[in-house]
């Protein structure tokens, strides 16, 4: 459903700053007056440097923090993968930002502080999901990792047993609340859609 979003606000954008023609339907398909395709190349570019982008760069930053040179390495083998320049920027997908919302999940279930980083990633994982399926092969590893963090570094004065499920549940209301959120006005308005 988040995808759903995400082409819900770029075919506004694309009816406001291109035409109405960019988004009739059934009309629509196969449309490929140039000004419409820079605009679709613009919306998975901007996507990218939203999010993709931004992930790599603070990944490879944490990865590398004192060599720049190897740091622009991972940035730059990130970005100028073929698959991201032929499929999304070529055929206008945005694969990238499940990716990038992905690695993002990542970056936060990893940082040492708190727990709570866990949580943001967690929420981080479910938009991923949710945004492509592809993420479903990420998983059963991001799964096995929080439950990992389930069990690890026991705060003073709680028992393992009561951090463990306090943790647990957390993950799951999280998990809960996200796909609720993401998913209820489809369910709430699904007669809506079967016209369509």
Known sequence: ?????????????????????????????AYEEVNHKAFMRASVLILDVLVYFTAVWFLAKRLEPRNVKQRMWIIGLALIQPS??????????????ALGLALWA??????????????VGSILFCLSL????MAL???????????GKCFAEQPEGSSRASQ?????????????????????????????????
């Open 106 to 119: 990542f970056h936060y279930m990893t940082l040492p502080a708190t727990f709570t980083n866990c949580i």
């Open 137 to 147: 092969y990420y998983a059963p590893v991001v799964f096995a990792y929080l439950l």
């Open 84 to 97: 991201i320049i032929l499929i999304d920027h070529g055929h206008f997908q945005y694969n990238t930002v």
């Open 164 to 196: 463990f499920f306090g943790r647990f549940f957390a993950l799951g209301i999280t998990v809960i609340v996200t796909f609720t959120a993401l998913w209820l006005p489809f369910v709430l308005f699904r007669s809506d859609g079967v016209s369509v």
């Open 130 to 133: 949710n945004f492509k399926q």
């Open 1 to 29: 459903p988040l995808t759903a979003y995400v082409s819900y606000v770029c075919g506004w954008l694309s009816h406001v700053l291109v035409g109405h023609e960019t988004v009739a339907l059934l009309t629509s398909r």
